[in-house]
C-alpha cells in the first residue's frame, strides 16, 4: 500500500501507547511508565478497540484526518506477529473509513528496505524518529544505541518511501551545552522534516540518569535555560518552515503528581511559556526601535495569542511594566493581526 500523504491539517490523532515495547535497551533518561502515564506494555485488541471507540465518540466535526497512533515504543523494533496483533484491531475502523491512517514513533535504527516492507501493507502516513540528538558523542552517553548516521540513512528511506516525517529532539542531555543544543537543531533541520517535536531533558524516577543526578554526575537544566534554548530551537525550525507541534511533554497524573520527576525543567504549560517568550521578544524588539515610549502601551494581537502575550499568570505584563517602567499595558484582540504577530502602539 503507497504511503498515505501527511496532512496540513490539525488531525485528530488517537495515541496507543506501548511503553518499551521493541526497546532492546534503556536509555538513561527513559521511564516510559511515568512519561506516557501507562504501564501496560502491549495493549491487547479489545483495549486498543476501546480506545479506538471513545476517541471517535468526542470527535468534533471539523478534526481531519483521523490518525492512530503507536508512541512510547520502538514499533519498528516489534516482532511481525505483535505488529500484527496491534494493527488488527485498527483495520476495521481503516475500513470503515472511521479513521483514516496511521502514524508510529520509532528508533533510527530499525528503518531499513525489510522492516519498511512490513509495513507496506498498512496505511501509514507518518513515522516519526527518536532522534534526540545529532552528536554521537551525547548518543553514546546517553546510551541510545544508534548514531546520527543511522538517523541520515532512516530518513531518506523514509522520504523515498513517501511517508510523512517527524523528528523527535532532547534538550539538556548529559553533556550538551548550548552550542551543542543548536548543532543538532541545525543538523535536524538539515533533514527537512514535516514536522518536529522538542522535548527538555527530565530526570525521571527509576532511570539511570535519576542516580546519575543523585550522585552529582548530572546537573539538568533550569527552566528558564531550557526555555530559552528550546525557543531557540523553535524560531530556527520555524525559520524554514518546518512545524514545531509540540514543545515540552504532554502532562499526566504521573509527571503532575511530582513523585515522578526528580528533577528537570518540566513545567505542564512549557509550550506555551516558549511562545509567550517569543510575544514578549518582539513587543521588547519594537519597543526599542520606537525609541521614547509613553507610559501607556498598546498590544495587538491575533484574539488567539492573547493568553500567550500575557504571559503565564500575566507574567509579560509585569516584566514590561518592570523594564520600561509602564504604568498601562492594554492588549486588543485583532482578527486582523496575523497569528504570532504583534503590533505595538
Same mark, same amino acid.
Given at each position: 500500500?503507497?504511503?498515505?500523504?501527511?496532512?496540513?491539517?490539525?488531525?485528530?490523532?488517537?495515541?496507543?501507547?506501548?511503553?518499551?515495547?521493541?526497546?532492546?535497551?534503556?536509555?538513561?533518561?527513559?521511564?516510559?511508565?511515568?512519561?506516557?502515564?501507562?504501564?501496560?506494555?502491549?495493549?491487547?485488541?479489545?483495549?486498543?478497540?476501546?480506545?479506538?471507540?471513545?476517541?471517535?465518540?468526542?470527535?468534533?466535526?471539523?478534526?481531519?484526518?483521523?490518525?492512530?497512533?503507536?508512541?512510547?515504543?520502538?514499533?519498528?523494533?516489534?516482532?511481525?506477529?505483535?505488529?500484527?496483533t496491534?494493527?488488527?484491531?485498527?483495520?476495521?475502523?481503516?475500513?470503515?473509513?472511521?479513521?483514516?491512517?496511521?502514524?508510529?514513533?520509532?528508533?533510527?535504527?530499525?528503518?531499513?528496505?525489510?522492516?519498511?516492507?512490513?509495513?507496506?501493507q498498512?496505511?501509514?502516513?507518518?513515522?516519526?524518529?527518536?532522534?534526540?540528538?545529532?552528536?554521537?558523542?551525547?548518543?553514546?552517553?546517553?546510551?541510545?544505541?544508534?548514531?546520527?548516521?543511522?538517523?541520515k540513512?532512516?530518513?531518506?528511506?523514509?522520504k523515498?518511501?513517501?511517508?510523512g516525517?517527524?523528528?523527535?529532539?532532547?534538550?539538556?542531555?548529559?553533556?550538551e551545552?548550548?552550542?551543542?543544543?543548536?548543532?543538532?537543531?541545525?543538523?535536524?533541520?538539515?533533514?527537512?522534516?514535516?514536522?518536529?517535536?522538542?522535548?527538555?531533558?527530565?530526570v525521571?524516577?527509576?532511570?539511570?540518569?535519576?542516580?546519575?543526578?543523585?550522585?552529582?554526575k548530572?546537573?539538568?537544566?533550569?527552566?528558564?535555560?531550557?526555555?530559552?534554548?528550546?525557543?531557540? %530551537?523553535?524560531?530556527? #525550525?520555524?525559520? =524554514?518552515? *518546518?512545524r514545531? !507541534?509540540?514543545?515540552? /511533554?504532554?502532562?499526566?497524573?504521573?509527571?503532575?503528581?511530582?513523585?515522578?520527576?526528580?528533577?528537570?525543567?518540566?513545567?505542564?504549560?512549557?509550550?506555551h511559556?516558549?511562545l509567550s517568550?517569543?510575544?514578549?521578544?518582539?513587543?521588547?524588539?519594537?519597543?526599542?526601535?520606537?525609541?521614547?515610549?509613553?507610559?501607556?502601551?498598546l498590544?495587538?494581537?491575533?484574539?488567539s495569542?492573547?493568553?500567550?502575550?500575557?504571559?503565564?499568570?500575566?507574567?509579560?505584563l509585569?516584566r %514590561?511594566k518592570?523594564? #520600561?517602567?509602564? =504604568?498601562? *499595558?492594554?492588549? !486588543?484582540?485583532?482578527? /486582523?493581526?496575523?497569528p504570532?504577530?504583534?503590533?505595538?502602539?
Open positions: 500500500m503507497p504511503a498515505m500523504p501527511i496532512s496540513s491539517n490539525k488531525p485528530l490523532v488517537i495515541p496507543i501507547f506501548i511503553p518499551y515495547s521493541g526497546c532492546p535497551h534503556r536509555c538513561v533518561f527513559c521511564n516510559q511508565a511515568a512519561l506516557t502515564g501507562s504501564t501496560t506494555p502491549i495493549p491487547d485488541p479489545v483495549e486498543i478497540k476501546n480506545i479506538i471507540t471513545r476517541f471517535l465518540q468526542f470527535k468534533k466535526p471539523f478534526r481531519k484526518p483521523i490518525e492512530v497512533s503507536f508512541f512510547g515504543g520502538n514499533f519498528l523494533g516489534l516482532d511481525p506477529k505483535i505488529i500484527s496491534l494493527m488488527a484491531p485498527v483495520i476495521p475502523f481503516l475500513e470503515r473509513v472511521e479513521i483514516d491512517s496511521v502514524r508510529f514513533s520509532t528508533r533510527p535504527d530499525t528503518i531499513t528496505e525489510k522492516t519498511l516492507s512490513l509495513i507496506e498498512y496505511p501509514v502516513s507518518c513515522i516519526e524518529l527518536g532522534v534526540q540528538s545529532m552528536d554521537d558523542a551525547i548518543l553514546a552517553r546517553c546510551r541510545r544505541g544508534h548514531t546520527s548516521a543511522d538517523t540513512n532512516a530518513v531518506a528511506l523514509i523515498k518511501r513517501g511517508y516525517l517527524g523528528l523527535q529532539v532532547m534538550v539538556g542531555l548529559p553533556g551545552t548550548r552550542e551543542v543544543t543548536m548543532s543538532t537543531g541545525a543538523a535536524i533541520a538539515a533533514l527537512k522534516p514535516d514536522f518536529v517535536r522538542i522535548y527538555p531533558t527530565l525521571i524516577a527509576d532511570s539511570a540518569l535519576a542516580a546519575w543526578y543523585k550522585n552529582g548530572y546537573t539538568p537544566l533550569c527552566l528558564d535555560e531550557c526555555i530559552d534554548r528550546v525557543k531557540a %530551537l523553535y524560531l530556527m #525550525f520555524t525559520a =524554514k518552515n *518546518i514545531v !507541534i509540540r514543545m515540552g /511533554l504532554q502532562a499526566n497524573e504521573e509527571l503532575d503528581s511530582g513523585a515522578a520527576v526528580l528533577a528537570g525543567p518540566y513545567h505542564p504549560a512549557f509550550g511559556m516558549v517568550e517569543i510575544m514578549l521578544d518582539k513587543v521588547k524588539s519594537a519597543i526599542n526601535q520606537i525609541g521614547d515610549a509613553s507610559r501607556r502601551l498590544l495587538s494581537v491575533h484574539p495569542c492573547v493568553s500567550r502575550m500575557q504571559g503565564l499568570k500575566k507574567n509579560n509585569d %514590561l518592570k523594564e #520600561f517602567g509602564f =504604568k498601562e *499595558i492594554q492588549i !486588543i484582540a485583532d482578527p /486582523l493581526v496575523v504570532d504577530h504583534v503590533v505595538v502602539s
